[in-house]
Every structure is written in C-alpha cells, then in structure tokens.
C-alpha cells in the first residue's frame, strides 16, 4: 500500500487567509480526497497505459476507488490499483505459424489461441511434448505497474502541487457559499 503524508504548514496559511471554519475546512477537506482519487485514477490510466504496453480500457478496469473514511486523525480515500497478471487474449493477440503475437511487443513462441472450459478463447503453451498439460499465458505487469505509480504518480511533485491548488480552490468555494 501506498501513502501519502501531505504537510500540513502551507495548508495551515490558506486556512489562514481564507478565515474558514472547522466545518468549510472538512468539506473542503472530502471534496479534495475525492478529487483527488479522480486524478490519480486518470493519470494511472494514462500512465501506465504507455508504460505497460496496454490499452487504457483494460487499465480503467482494473482500477477501483473505496469511499471515503474518515477516522481520529484526518481522512482517507483508496485507490485500488490491479496489478494481477493480464491474459495475452485481451492484449490483441493473434496466432502466427511461430506463435502467438500481443500488443506491445509481446510473442510466445510456440503458443495457440484455443476455447478455454468456460468457452472464452485463451492463449495456451504446452509444458512438453505430449498433448497436454497446457498452461494459460499471462502478461507480468505486477513490478512495472509499482514501479511507475510509486515514482511517478504519488513521489512526484505534481501529485502535492494538484493537491494543494485543488484544497486551495474548495476552500475559496466553501467560504463563497456562506
């Protein structure tokens, strides 16, 4: 799991300046995690979509947003990145004599396309010679997907700069509604 500790001196001067409440600076506060988790929801996608090889829809998918907590010591919001392996079948994969070809410069030699039990189609390899056991093939994604939302997303300095204009900009409109 990831954190993200913000520093709570610059907030400290906008609540300042502003003159807020206790109630304004909470609501500006969930506003903020929400759209934040919007945000690292949309750069996640579009990220790792270009660093993986991979089409946004199958990143969409994979990503899931819990809802709000809140607890003794401020507020939270979680997004769910799935970093499970990818069936090469849903990466545009299509047979050639050698093998079987994916997007993103991904080829198994030696592998077909077959129906699975389920009757889906599926990316399969023999273990040996003989007729079976089969094994279903995969993308890793799992070390590049981390790799990328830890260094790019959460440890860069767009991450707080986004979030301090976006709780900036809920606190202007917390005090505008009074």
């Given at each position: 799991?990831?954190?993200?500790?913000?520093?709570?001196?610059?907030?400290?001067?906008?609540?300042?300046?502003?003159?807020?409440?206790?109630?304004?600076?909470?609501?500006?506060?969930?506003?903020?995690?929400?759209?934040?988790?919007?945000?690292?929801?949309?750069?996640?996608?579009?990220?790792?979509?270009?660093?993986?090889?991979?089409?946004?829809?199958?990143?969409?998918?994979?990503?899931?947003?819990?809802?709000?907590?809140r607890t003794g010591s401020g507020a939270s919001v979680v997004v769910w990145h799935g970093v499970n392996p990818i069936p090469l079948i849903h990466l545009k994969a299509r047979e050639t004599k050698a093998g079987v070809k994916a997007s993103g410069g991904r080829f198994v030699a030696g592998s077909f396309i077959a129906r699975a039990k389920g009757g889906s189609l599926q990316v399969f390899k023999r273990r040996g010679g003989p007729r079976l056991p089969i094994d279903k093939q995969v993308a890793d994604i799992a070390d590049k997907a981390e790799n990328y939302i830890e260094n790019k997303i959460v440890e860069a300095a767009l991450f707080e700069a986004q979030f301090y204009k976006i709780f900036e900009h809920e606190l202007q409109w917390q005090t505008r509604t009074r």
């Open positions: 799991m990831i954190e993200f500790v913000i520093d709570t001196s610059s907030l400290r001067q906008a609540i300042i300046d502003l003159a807020t409440t206790q109630p304004e600076i909470s609501k500006a506060l969930n506003t903020t995690l929400r759209k934040m988790a919007s945000w690292v929801r949309t750069q996640s996608t579009r990220g790792l979509s270009k660093e993986l090889a991979v089409q946004q829809k199958i990143i969409r998918r994979r990503l899931k947003t819990a809802k709000l907590k």
